[in-house]
């Protein structure tokens, strides 16, 4: 798990907080994905980006904002959040997109909570 | 469309018992298909996956996968499952050439007694 880290691990927010969730990988990857896992769902895919660009935006609330700065990180920033957004946040990298043979390599997530 | 269906919620066994978790798959091309495990309040972990050649893929922590193309199927096996195996396991799959998206299943937890 160390190639792909998220900090912080636990978050509590209010409804009216502005918070950022931040990735991190060392595997040389060009893609990286956020994914939201909640209790019995298959794991949903919201964002993508390939060598910094954002290819991916699976109808996402706006209150959800990605930003990818360089290949290595990621982040998701929180604005005004609900409680049904309380869930696991996953990051995940792997070589490129436009492979369907890679692996994607998922960091321990983040769990969220919204009051 | 590509989906994955992962048909027990839940699968019991005693240590030292054979493991299997079960996972079908529909898609319209070639699949490609993937197994995690996630144990509890960490990320999902790379366990195998099959991209084509032998039917029989071996992964990590002893475990191994068989795809069957006439069942549609890729049961994730264990020969000896152990107390620390107990966990939850993903299947996911993706056939569109040159494409990323995988579809996950929604999960089969394992629960090993020792």
């Known amino acids: 798990e160390t190639g792909v880290t998220q900090t912080p691990r636990h978050l509590v927010m209010g409804m009216t907080n502005k918070k950022s969730l931040k990735c991190e990988q060392h595997?040389?990857?060009?893609?990286m994905y956020w994914y939201k896992q909640s209790a019995k769902k298959p794991l949903e895919l919201m964002f993508v980006y390939n060598f910094k660009e954002q290819t991916e935006n699976n109808s996402v609330p706006s209150r959800f904002s990605p930003e990818c700065p360089n290949s290595s990180h990621l982040f998701l920033h929180l604005h005004t959040l609900q409680p049904e957004d309380s869930a696991l946040y996953l990051c995940a990298s792997s070589p490129e997109t436009s492979s369907s043979t890679d692996t994607q390599y998922f960091g321990p997530g983040t769990r969220l909570t919204v009051l | 469309a590509q989906s994955v269906a992962q048909p027990e919620d839940q699968v019991n066994v005693a240590e030292g018992n054979p493991l299997t978790v079960k996972c079908t798959y529909s898609v319209s091309g070639n699949p490609y298909l993937f197994w995690y495990v996630q144990y509890p309040n960490r990320g999902l972990q790379f366990l195998l996956k099959?991209?084509?050649?032998?039917?029989l893929v071996k992964g990590s922590y002893g475990f191994e996968a068989e795809f069957n193309k006439s069942q549609t199927s890729f049961h994730l096996k264990k020969p000896s499952a152990l107390v620390s195996d107990s966990a939850l396991y993903f299947c996911a799959v993706r056939d569109i050439p040159n494409d990323y998206k995988l579809s996950f299943g929604a999960g089969t937890t394992v629960t090993v007694r020792a």
């Open positions: 595997l040389g990857h060009n893609a």
């Open positions: 099959y991209i084509t050649g032998d039917n």
